[in-house]
Structure formats: C-alpha cells, structure tokens
C-alpha cells in the first residue's frame, strides 16, 4: 500500500547528470505500479515520483519493502535545460527539501548545476543532500579530485555543509547512504493544519479522451502542494489571480470533487506531498496548464490579487549559469523584470526605486507580506536570475 507522503523533496542538477536515472533507481516498480487515469496524468505532467523506503534488521535503509517502513516522500524533479529555469523556480516553491546532482565525470560546476543552486538559495530551500553521480564511470583519483571540486563550488552557498554522498544511480550503489543522509538532513516540516489552505498550483489539465459524452465528462484537474491547511472533498473553492475575462483577470470559484494524493484516493488532502484535485471546473479552463501558478485555497480566505508590489531586493554578485559570470548591474527605473512568486510569474515594470523597488505587474499575483520573490533580468534571448527578495508591503 502506497503511504502518504509527508515531504516534497526537489532532484535539481545540469541536464544528463542522472535526475532521471536515480528516480528509477529509488522508485522501484512505481511507475508499473498505478494505472489510475489522474495519478497517471499527474505524473506525466509534474515530473515526480511517490518513494516509500524502509529500515531492515541491520539498521540499513532501502526502497524494497524489506523492514519497519519509515516514511514516504515525494520526488520532484526539476528540469535540467537553461531554457527551463522558471520551471525550476516553480518547482523550488514546493519543495521542502533537495538532492542535488553533480556527474563525477565532468568538471565542476556546470553551468546549470550553478544556476540551480542559485535557486535554491534564491527560494529560500536549504535542506540540502548532494549527488556525487557516475561513480562508476570514473577512477579512485577522478572521484575524489571531482570530490574536491564540488567542495569549492559549494563554499559559501546554502548548500556548504551539506553532505557529498557518492552513489551510482545506473548501478544501484550507495543507495542505502543516500537514503540515510535524506533521512537525516531533509526532515519532515511541521504543518500549520489549522491555518485556511493555501495550495500553489503547479499543474492542470483535462483528463478526458477525446469523443466522450457529455455526462461521462469530469471537471478540469489541479496538481501541486498544500503549504498550509487541509482541503476536503466537498469544499468550495477559489482559484486566485484566475482567468482574464475581457481583459480583466477574474478568480475562479468551484467545488472539489475528489482528492488523489500519494497514489490513491483520499477524503482530505494535506500538506507534503503533490495532490491531484478534481473540480467541477470546466475541463477547458485547467487544459494544458491553463491554471497552473495560480494559488488555491477555500472560497474568499485567500492572500490578495495584487497588481502592484514592493519588494525588499538582493541582488547576487555574479550572473549564474553563464560561461562568463559577468556582474550583475544595479536595477533600473522602468526596467522590465520578470518575478517568480510562488509557482506564479509575471512581468513588471519598476515604478519606483529606493531601498526597496516597487513594481507595476503586467499579470497580477496571488501573494502576500513575506513571500519570497525570484528577479531575472531579460540579458540576450533569455530571462537570467539576478537576485531575490521579498514582498514588503502591497497594494
């Protein structure tokens, strides 16, 4: 029987050093395992995996249902490409926890392993274990001289102490180490049940096959994680900033009708873990991500919608996950900006600038005081973090 998880623990690394290797590697037989048509499409969609792992007699760790089961937890796995770092950003806001990936057969650091530290850091998730992948591949000398190098690249970083667990993902080797030190250094977080939910939307789509009747339908799909709160079947609620009607962003109200979290169906969702909530939406609405940043939570208990926000800056030294690492220039009056909040981004354009900067949104956010933000600046084709912050004040 699949357990609930209880924490979402984020693969991140360059591209083609093992994310997807050592998913298969802790998962085992799950991907085999579920044919329910909602767990299969919220796999497909967030990129995750549900591990259960186990402490037998010996005290040792592992993923076979040998022993005591000792918890389960939520994998997600960030991509790896340049071009999809808002991706990694979103999925940072959902993750209590990561297993960073550094390939024992190339140098140290690539240049998205930079950049997803960077992110990390930026959204503030620091309950770190580190990768060294590809032991296999490599001699005793390369090992530790790689060894070495991710030490340096490490220093200073959110991720200093943390620990360096050399596995081979394709071979199985080590994996019981790894475990351990998930076990150790990625704990479950206390949950606020009480607190009115508030779940970030890091997913949606529609489940039905083309040429249905309209009776056989069902309500669009949701997919992401709770970070407060509890939601049951049968509650009303809201979806903020929501959709653009005329012009004009509208929140969207509906009903749940059933709860998938873990594997199996369940009565009330909770935090840790990705849950999959069906609605009584418009299965239109959430197609293709439709809703996806968007934040969920019962109807009128959730933050604002805000088109304005004022964020308190700190900007990195360097650009991360370029060749050149050139510095990172002072923000500018009317310069446009890219945010991250939450799974959520925008553009904005800076109205006003002092020890904080204010920002006028092109999209609204769903978002409050506290929350963090993730700036890129538009530098040649693409967006490239900049630095962090954090919502002072709102309009």
Request: proline residues 4%.
């Amino acid at each position: 029987m699949t357990e609930i998880p209880e924490a979402n623990i984020g693969l991140v690394g360059h591209v083609d050093h093992g994310k997807t290797t050592l998913t298969n590697a802790l998962s085992g037989k799950w991907t085999d395992e579920h044919s329910e048509e909602l767990k299969r499409g919220i796999t497909i969609r967030l990129g995750y995996a549900d591990i259960t792992y186990y402490r037998d007699e010996d005290g040792n760790l592992n993923v076979k249902e040998d022993g005591e089961t000792v918890r389960t937890v939520s994998l997600v796995d960030a991509p790896g490409h340049e071009t999809l770092m808002a991706n990694v950003l979103s999925g940072a806001a959902i993750m209590d926890g990561a297993i960073l990936l550094v390939a024992a057969d190339e140098d140290c650091p690539q240049p998205q392993t930079r950049e997803h530290l960077a992110a990390l850091n930026i959204t503030g998730v620091d309950n770190i274990v580190v990768v060294q992948n590809k032991i296999d591949k490599v001699s005793k000398e390369e090992a530790k001289k790689n060894y070495e190098q991710i030490k340096e690249f490490l220093k200073g970083s959110v991720a200093e102490d943390a620990p360096i667990i050399p596995i081979s993902a394709q071979q199985e080797i080590n994996i019981d180490a790894l475990l351990e030190a998930v076990d150790e250094e990625i704990p479950t977080p206390e949950r606020d049940l009480e607190a009115n939910p508030k779940m970030l939307l890091a997913r949606s789509f529609d489940i039905n096959k083309p040429g249905m009747n309209a009776d056989q339908l069902s309500g669009g799909v949701i997919g992401g994680s709770l970070t407060k709160g509890e939601i049951e079947t049968g509650d009303e609620i809201e979806i903020r900033p929501g959709i653009r009607v005329n012009g004009k962003w509208k929140s969207v109200v509906t009903k749940v009708e059933s709860i998938l979290q873990g594997g199996k169906p369940v009565k009330k969702g909770k935090p840790g873990g990705l849950l999959a909530i069906e609605t009584t939406l418009d299965p239109a609405l959430a197609k293709s991500d439709g809703l996806s940043g968007n934040v969920l939570g019962l109807k009128d208990k959730l933050p604002e919608t805000l088109d304005k926000i004022e964020i308190d800056v700190e900007l990195m030294e360097r650009l991360v996950g370029s060749e050149t690492e050139d510095e990172i220039e002072n923000i500018k009056k009317n310069e446009p900006l890219m945010l991250n909040v939450g799974t959520g981004k925008s553009a904005g354009i800076v109205s006003k600038l002092g020890k904080t900067i204010e920002l006028d949104l092109k999209a609204p956010v769903c978002a409050e005081e506290g929350d963090r933000v993730a700036i890129s600046r538009q530098i040649g084709s693409r967006w490239r973090l900049i630095g962090h912050g954090k919502i002072v004040s709102k309009e």
